[in-house]
């Protein structure tokens, strides 16, 4: 039975135990939909890591040598009991960050999928041989896990975030510390309970909640192997630098702002309920958020009109409530400056097409409506800075080159799609964009959890993506040995 939902206050997860805070500090955790506190999650501090990293290495001795199928069982009994509980996984994602249940649905699925992926640590785990490098002798490569793990998320994917660091660094032998966003800390709690329930020993697994100084002292722990982040591209920047000057490896996941680019010849209905559910579908807060369309030549004002239509049969509302489409952003601050970036829109001389400030205006819940600008350039703002708000941008070109050209002038690099028929325009695009997941007449070209999820430029920092091959080979070390008999 879940404690997590009628929990007051949030507990640190160490060594299989539920504990308190030593400091006593707490922050609260509000319900974005209704502004309504909905508990108290701990602020702790190095004590916690301490104690976090005695528990997780003590448990690296014997997981490490848990055999390889024996580990992928218990990832197997975790996707049950995940597959059984995600209708209550999905609740208290929405609860807490206010997404919609439909959206929240779907990522439980993701996060699922992650798990079910690590189950198969046997075959991923495989070293290589060569029986002859040279007359009578042969090499080998065997892979080890690294230590204690640490992984630090962002509030928007409560559940496929941590998903995509602690199952699989587990599957391959290690121990982890797992810090959840303070804005989203409930969600974790239960993925640890299950993860428990299915087997897990006690300390392999170590939820320490929290804020920058709990994150300090996973960047500063010299027995820390590794740092998994997800986040903001400030934030990832200070982790990879602080991660690697103290020798840990790190992957640092980071903003985005990624551009659909909408040719002449794109089936229209179909890009328009795709962008529409790209740009405003959990409230415009996913890394692979459609947040500026790139319009070539005749498109224009046909797709801004459509756009427009869309945006305002958008419905807004709380996310348990099965009939809404936009729900809140995730606290009044980011209200505030999503508000704050629509003047400076304004200011900035773009054209508001649709003005979202007056939807739910006077909810006590932090909404702002599904908002589009036209005439956007890319000496503005708006364009250049993540809002990780409903806020669309669309900039006009003339041709598809200088659609890639817009593209690739931003710093991030995430992600960005292509709506056309053209075989020959999709080959352009895909050589000549410089951005690490594309889509072609989709809104959302996540990647599965086999494949890396991978981000260029200020979008990433690290070698080693999360998820796939890479993410084994982040989580794994190599010794090679080489032998004559
Ligand atoms: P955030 O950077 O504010 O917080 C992420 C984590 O870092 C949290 O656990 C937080 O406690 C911690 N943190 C925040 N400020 C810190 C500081 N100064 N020092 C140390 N730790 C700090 O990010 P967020 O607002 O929770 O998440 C949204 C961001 O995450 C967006 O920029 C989004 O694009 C990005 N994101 C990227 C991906 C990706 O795959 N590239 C995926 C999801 C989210």
Redesign the pocket.
Known sequence: MSTVKTAKKVSNFINGEWVDPISGNYTEIFNPATGEEIGKVPISSFEEIESAVKSAEDAFKDWKKVAVPKRARTLFKYQQLLMENREELAEIITLENGKTIDDAAGEVQRGIECVEFAAGAPSLMMGEQLPDIATGIESGMYRYPIGVVGG??????PMM?PCWMFPLAIACGNTFIL?????TPLLANRLAELFKEAGLPDGVLNIVHG??DV??GILEHEKIKAVS?????P??K??YQTAAANGKRVQA????KNHSIVLEDADLDNAVSNITAAAFGSAG???MAASVVVAVGDVADELTERLKQAADNVVIGDGADKASFLGPVIRKEQKERTLDYIETGLEEGATLLRDGREDKKDSDGYFVGATIFDHVRTDMKIWED?M?APVLSVVRVNTIEEAIEVANESEFA?GACLYTDSAKAVRTFREEIDSGMLGINLGVPAPMAFFP?S?YKN??YGDLH?NGKDGVNFYTRKKMVTARY
Do not use: T
């Open positions: 630090i998320a962002p509030f928007n994917f975030v810090k959840p966003s303070e804005k804020s920058n994150v300090n982040f997800v986040g903001s591209q934030v990832a200070y982790i996941l980071a903003g985005a807060q996913r890394c993540e990780f995430n999820f981000g979008s990433f999360a």
